[in-house]
């Protein structure tokens, strides 16, 4: 027999299965499936492009663009007027810049007096100054790299490669360096940064944070054209990063997280692109994405809750409902939770995640349960009724058919006199009483969900708490005993109008452990229980013929009923026992509350205390209540223990308690 840790994880394990399997299946998607990283994608551009937060403008960083009204400044727009530069650089640095950045790309020669003057100025620069050098997928002819290798002999270099992503092109990330045939050269923002002292991350890429919203008030950057440089006071730019670009209608724009949908948005300039990543570099910004770890567990967490959700017994609708809840709440809380200044959650895979692992595990469970079914009709068709099993279907986990130990309350009815009617009575008649009587409690005792066991002839064996689990088992098993009992009444009062002597039945209740579960092997399924406490109840039922009454019931019973009256009937050594078992037997509410119950169980405490006294008080008892058997059967009983006495058979009249009762004695 397998322990039940054994089989809890046998049972957990293909759900656990089913969670990895669809963490790892969505973890893959949203890297390798394009539809399902584009959806990524979008719903993080939505929350970045809408909800992030306003910051004030950096005021370390300077951009200077070239525009279409400075290229009408000169003869001809490509290539930039390399006087014009040559003049800019000079006057910024006249006025007291901390660095400059050159987002421009000299790879071909323009006006050579020009060229040489750039060339000399970008050499004798008294301030660092970085320029713009082409990456690998710029494309260029072996002439235009001769050229910018000669160009731009000993000046410092930064690569001007923007990292955008494969599926959509969007910048989304800062290039922090890379290959430039064949040597590794850093990002244009990542040289400048590192030259200054910043801490540059290992690696090639770092998830870009933009510092705000390009079309925030007031703007992320101070942005001023290139040709009006000359005419801006020396404060603006004193100790400041200037990062030259051009700032054109079609030319050098990328699309970002702000550019939603494809129709949206001009995308922005390489040279704002460069100021946001080098911004995040200089002031050692984390970025608010999530890092690859930790969107994996989210991911399986909630793989996880999917799984639990459809492990649930609740409703097919209530489990949807309750995932579209939870869906709700993810999604709404991680826009809060980055509106807030928090970090970047992915919602799209830990999403698919749950509905998956949620529509999995109901298929599965839903097969398993088939299975079941199909196990537990088959199984218990043959003996059980019909009610009983559809509960068990309902509710298959709760049986267990390779057989357990459990507390259960056992029930046992009997016909009094029985074999007498069986003798004078003719088949034809009796047969129909039977079956109809059988009909009759049998439904009673489905009724309160008690499971019948064994029919042998009259007699009825039924068992609480199993297979089905019962936490209120002794209950159901009184309240059980007294509707049988009326049950009874009615039935012989029937009968007897029909001129048909039909015994009382006798029932006998007790509650205690015992190992239930599959016997007889594997052609013969008897599910049943074996213990000293099934025999105690049936000891208990037989018990009613000498005290003449209907119903005992176990200490062990009464003690977890509860709405129900009892009256002790007595400490009884049952045969087979050396200690003695109290036994109650259940009242009518009516009776209760009368004054009969209150002197029966004065008497009762009487009969400890001075059992003289006692045969008296029951004297008096029995002369008013002459139909109550459990007075007579007392009196009878204490009057015998007292002639024992007289004759010197006992040696004192309280040597024994007078509640104890030993079966089999006079």
């Known amino acids: 027999m397998a322990s039940d840790k054994q089989k809890t994880l046998r049972s957990y394990l293909p759900n656990a299965a089913i969670a990895l399997f669809t963490a790892g299946a969505c973890l893959f998607g949203v890297r390798y499936l394009p539809f399902i990283t584009l959806a990524e994608n979008w719903v993080d551009d939505l929350r970045i492009s809408s909800l992030s937060p306003k910051q004030p403008q950096n005021t370390d960083i300077v951009i200077v663009t070239v525009t279409e009204d400075t290229l009408k400044t000169f003869p001809y727009r490509s290539p930039l007027d390399r006087h014009f530069i040559s003049t800019l650089l000079k006057n910024l640095q006249d006025k007291g810049v901390r660095m400059i950045g050159l987002d421009i790309l000299f790879d071909q020669a323009t006006e050579p007096d020009k060229d040489a003057e750039l060339q000399r100025t970008l050499r004798e620069m008294k301030i660092p100054v970085f320029v713009s050098w082409p990456g690998n997928q710029l494309g260029l002819m072996d002439r235009q790299l001769k050229y910018l290798n000669a160009y731009m002999e000993g000046i410092n270099r930064g690569l001007a490669t923007l990292s955008k992503d494969g599926v959509d092109g969007k910048v989304r990330s800062i290039y922090l360096g890379g290959d430039s045939r064949g040597t590794w050269m850093p990002g244009l923002s990542a040289a400048m940064a590192g030259h200054l002292g910043a801490k540059i991350p290992k690696g090639g ?7 705000s919203r390009p079309d925030a008030d007031p703007p992320p950057f101070a942005v001023f054209p290139a040709h009006g440089v000359p005419f801006l006071p020396a404060p603006w730019f004193k100790d400041k990063i200037v990062l030259i670009g051009a700032e054109l209608t079609l030319e050098d724009r990328h699309r970002t997280p702000f550019d939603l949908g494809y129709l949206r948005g001009r995308g922005m300039p390489g040279v704002f692109i460069h100021a946001h990543s080098l911004a995040q570099l200089m002031e050692g910004r984390s970025t608010r994405h999530l890092s690859s770890l930790g969107n994996a567990l989210v991911v399986l967490a909630l793989a996880v809750l999917g799984i639990l959700l459809a492990m649930s017994s609740l409703a097919i609708g209530l489990k949807g409902g309750i995932a579209l809840i939870v869906v709700g709440v993810g999604w709404a809380g991680s826009f809060l939770l980055f509106k807030e200044g928090g970090a970047l959650v ?64 056992f029930l046992f009815t009997d016909i009094a006199n029985f074999t007498p009617l069986t003798e004078r009575t003719s088949p034809d008649v009796l047969v129909p009483l039977l079956n109809e009587y059988l009909d009759g409690t049998c439904s009673i005792v489905l009724q309160h969900g008690g499971t019948i066991d064994k029919i042998a002839g009259d007699a009825l064996t039924v068992l609480f708490n199993a297979p089905m689990e019962q936490l209120d088992h002794a209950q159901r098993a009184v309240d059980c005993a007294l509707e049988l009992d009326r049950f009874s009444e009615d039935y012989i009062a029937a009968l007897a109008a029909r001129g048909i002597e039909f015994g009382i039945t006798r029932i006998g209740i007790n509650t205690g452990m015992a190992v239930v579960g599959n016997f007889g092997g594997s052609t013969r399924f008897n599910y049943t229980a074996h213990g000293d406490s099934i025999n105690t109840a049936a000891r208990l039922e037989s018990l009613n013929k000498h005290l003449g009454t209907r119903i005992c019931v176990s200490h062990s019973a009464m003690t977890q009923c509860s709405g129900v009256a009892f009256r002790p009937v007595g400490r009884i050594v049952l045969k087979g026992k050396s200690e003695p078992t109290e036994v109650f037997e259940p009242v009518p509410a009516e009776e209760a509350a009368s004054p009969k119950h209150q002197a029966y169980l004065d008497v009762y405490k009487l009969m400890d205390i001075n059992r003289l006294e006692a045969v008296t008080a029951l004297t008096d008892l029995n002369r008013k209540f002459p139909d109550d058997p459990l007075i007579l059967f007392h009196l009878n009983r204490l009057n015998a223990l007292s002639k024992d006495y007289q004759s010197g058979r006992e040696e004192g009249p309280g040597t024994l308690p007078g509640t104890l009762i030993v079966m089999g004695e006079k």
Not at 205 to 211: A, E, Y
């Open 346 to 409: 992915s919602l799209v895979s830990p999403t698919l995640a749950f509905v998956t692992s949620s529509a999995l595990g109901t298929a599965w469970q839903w097969q398993k349960e088939r299975a079941q079914r199909r196990f537990i009709r088959e199984a218990f068709s043959k003996y059980m009724a019909p009610s009983i099993l559809k509960q068990l279907e309902d509710n298959p986990d709760s049986l267990e058919l390779n057989g357990e130990r459990r507390e259960m309350t």
């Open 205 to 211: 890429f770092l998830p870009l944070s933009f510092h």
